[in-house]
């Protein structure tokens, strides 16, 4: 697939990838904020839809979830290894949450990853929004209650700032709560807002298809 990412963010990119494929410890350092009173962050899909090129979450895949969705062409996922370890702590957890799998979206032209993560239990609505609060300065957040292929979902959008371009920049996840109780978040962030928006439809994609296994 042509590569989409401009030219002035090539060394942007090279410290994304150098920090983001860490995959034995993988993340974010989430720092505590409050959260901000709800504003209009989120953004309707506007690039292209994208076609399912396989199914992530189930036996055999490369990542053993609670829940199984479509992943979006040219997207690659690998599961986070040791991601228990308490020394990792600070970048595979980030608030209730552990990071269980990264889903790659450079192969197929953006800056950015669909990260899953799981609580071991409770509310969805209670475990995001421990896991929004631990975000990096959450603003502008909205909580919505929706579906998630056939599964009751709780969606949030907001904004965090990003110490790597010092801006903030768009982020939204869903979460939905398991038959077993588990509760399940996947997280869409991306370099930048541009890049999260063109991202969108692969959120999409994985939000509409989702199911419990």
Same mark, same amino acid.
């Given at each position: 697939? $042509?590569?989409?990412?401009?030219?002035? !963010?090539?060394?942007?990119?090279?410290? %994304?990838?150098?920090?983001?494929? #860490?995959?034995?410890?993988?993340?974010?350092?989430?720092? $505590?904020?409050?959260?901000?009173?709800?504003?209009?962050?989120?953004?309707? $899909?506007?690039?292209?839809?994208?076609? /399912?090129?396989?199914?992530?979450?189930? @036996?055999?895949?490369?990542?053993? #979830?609670?829940?199984?969705?479509?992943?979006?062409?040219?997207? =690659? @996922?690998?599961?986070? =290894?040791?991601?228990?370890? $308490?020394? %990792?702590?600070?970048?595979?957890?980030?608030?209730?949450?552990?990071?269980?799998?990264?889903?790659?979206?450079?192969?197929?032209?953006?800056?950015?990853?669909? *990260?899953?993560?799981?609580?071991?239990?409770?509310? &969805?609505?209670? &475990? #995001?929004?421990?896991?929004?609060?631990?975000?990096?300065? @959450?603003?502008?957040?909205?909580? !919505?209650?929706? !579906?998630?292929?056939? %599964?009751?979902?709780?969606?949030?959008?907001?904004?965090?700032?990003? /110490?790597?371009?010092?801006?903030?920049?768009?982020?939204?996840?869903?979460?939905?709560?398991?038959? =077993?109780?588990?509760?399940?978040?996947?997280? %869409?962030?991306?370099?930048?807002?541009?890049?999260? *928006?063109?991202? #969108?439809?692969?959120?999409?994609?994985?939000?509409?298809?989702?199911?419990?296994?």
């Amino acid at each position: 697939m $042509p590569e989409k990412v401009r030219p002035m !963010r090539t060394a942007v990119s090279a410290a %994304l990838v150098a920090a983001g494929l #860490l995959l034995t410890a993988c993340g974010t350092t989430p720092k $505590p904020d409050a959260e901000a009173a709800p504003a209009e962050t989120a953004a309707r $899909p506007t690039a292209p839809a994208v076609k /399912a090129a396989a199914t992530l979450g189930g @036996p055999g895949t490369a990542c053993a #979830l609670p829940v199984s969705f479509a992943l979006a062409e040219g997207w =690659k @996922p690998e599961a986070i =290894k040791d991601a228990e370890n $308490p020394d %990792l702590a600070e970048l595979t957890r980030q608030g209730p949450a552990v990071m269980r799998c990264e889903v790659d979206a450079k192969p197929a032209g953006n800056i950015g990853y669909l *990260r899953v993560w799981t609580v071991a239990k409770g509310p &969805a609505r209670t &475990a #995001l929004e421990g896991f929004v609060k631990a975000a990096d300065k @959450p603003s502008a957040v909205v909580y !919505r209650e929706t !579906r998630a292929g056939a %599964l009751a979902a709780t969606e949030v959008t907001y904004t965090s700032h990003s /110490a790597l371009t010092d801006e903030d920049k768009e982020q939204r996840a869903f979460a939905v709560t398991t038959p =077993k109780g588990a509760v399940v978040i996947v997280h %869409l962030g991306g370099m930048d807002t541009e890049e999260h *928006r063109a991202m #969108l439809p692969a959120y999409e994609l994985a939000k509409g298809t989702a199911k419990a296994l």
